[in-house]
């Protein structure tokens, strides 16, 4: 089962934000089939790194940009970050959470949707205003 599908109502109009939401949209669905298909815990792990490591770049990314531009919404925006990256390690460590488990795409897919559609369009907005 696909979480979700990239769709263009998602741009934010910077091209490099834009291709990491399509990736992290990539890596969710990796995620989900993972636990759809029972993949070994290995396996999860690898998925789980990829997302770690994409979710920091990613963040740091747009926070230089903030930084740089003056975003004046930027503690609000900070604080949604750190609170994805402390929620996929929570759900990594928690032995409960097993294949066919779906509280994580839900999680992760709710997450990604309020995050674009609220915090990401809002810098984009400040961003070609600037
Ligand atoms: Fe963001």
Redesign the pocket.
């Known amino acids: 089962m696909l979480v979700t599908s990239w769709s263009d109502k998602f741009k934010v109009g910077i091209d490099k934000i834009d291709s990491d939401h399509r990736n992290l949209v990539d890596l969710l669905n990796k995620l989900q089939k993972s636990y759809d298909t029972c993949l070994d815990r290995n396996e999860t792990e690898i998925i789980f790194d990829e997302l770690e490591k994409y979710a920091s770049d990613h ?1 740091s990314y ?1 926070e230089k940009l903030m930084i740089e531009n003056s975003y004046p919404f930027l503690s609000g ?1 900070v604080r949604d ?1 750190v609170y994805f990256t402390e929620m996929i390690r929570k759900w990594r460590n928690d032995e409960e959470i097993d294949c066919k488990s779906k509280k994580l795409s839900i999680f992760l897919t709710e997450w990604l949707f309020e ?1 674009i559609l609220h ?2 369009f809002k ?1 984009g907005e400040h961003l070609s205003n600037s």
């Open positions: 963040f747009e925006h970050h995050h915090h990401d810098l």
